[in-house]
């Protein structure tokens, strides 16, 4: 990671993408998830400003606008296998995040509240994987919910606290595509 000009670049490497029209984890847990016909697994996905990612369940969804495109590192669940003492690290796709990346703490670029209240806007950075950088508004934090218990590993629910990704709004078109990227802020 490197400063330049008041902003921070740095190489990261987007490791999945998930595009799905459904919300396979909907519904009671102890139920199971949806199922998901295509399974939402992409290698590269169309990004559109304002609507999110062409195909996916919150594209063009007015109440989701400023939600439309969750991005999460990858680390949050590698150091949740390592305090989990699980065998192996679970696949990033079953946190049903669209952008996972390693290699930058996406949880640091959220809105929040300082101590005496006042809210701090999310940041705005880009995402370049060789097609031109696509600008996304990071909004509020995307919390884990209790279906992490069920579809990632008993306890993950409570381990991805505080580390479950962003929640974003697109800023221009573009394309995103697996393997390594830039990410500027």
């Given amino acids: 990671m490197s400063d330049m000009a008041g902003g921070v670049v740095a190489q990261v490497e987007i490791v999945a993408l998930l595009v799905s029209p459904v919300h396979a984890y909907e519904g009671r847990p102890q139920d199971g998830p949806l199922v998901d016909p295509l399974d939402g697994v992409v290698d590269r996905v169309t990004v559109r400003?304002?609507?999110g990612l062409v195909g996916d369940r919150y594209f063009n969804q007015p109440v989701h606008r400023k939600a439309a495109v969750t991005v999460f590192a990858v680390e949050a669940l590698e150091e949740l296998a390592d305090g989990l003492d699980l065998a192996a690290v679970p696949n990033p796709h079953l946190v049903r995040r669209n952008v996972v990346l390693r290699g930058f703490p996406v949880d640091t670029l959220a809105a929040r509240r300082l101590a005496d209240g006042t809210r701090v806007?999310?940041?705005v950075f880009s995402?370049?994987?060789?097609?031109g950088p696509?600008?996304?508004?990071?909004?509020?934090?995307a919390n884990p919910c209790a279906w992490?218990?069920?579809a990632v590993a008993p306890g993950a629910f409570k381990g991805l606290r505080g580390r479950g990704g962003v929640r974003c709004e697109p800023l221009d078109d573009g394309e995103?595509?697996?393997g390594p990227a830039v990410l500027t802020v």
Wanted: aromatic fraction near 8%.
């Fill in 49 to 51: 400003a304002g609507l």
């Fill in 134 to 141: 696509v600008r996304f508004q990071a909004h509020r934090p």
């Fill in 127 to 131: 995402i370049d994987s060789g097609f």
């Fill in 121 to 123: 806007d999310g940041q």
């Fill in 176 to 178: 995103l595509r697996l």
């Fill in 148 to 150: 992490m218990d069920v």
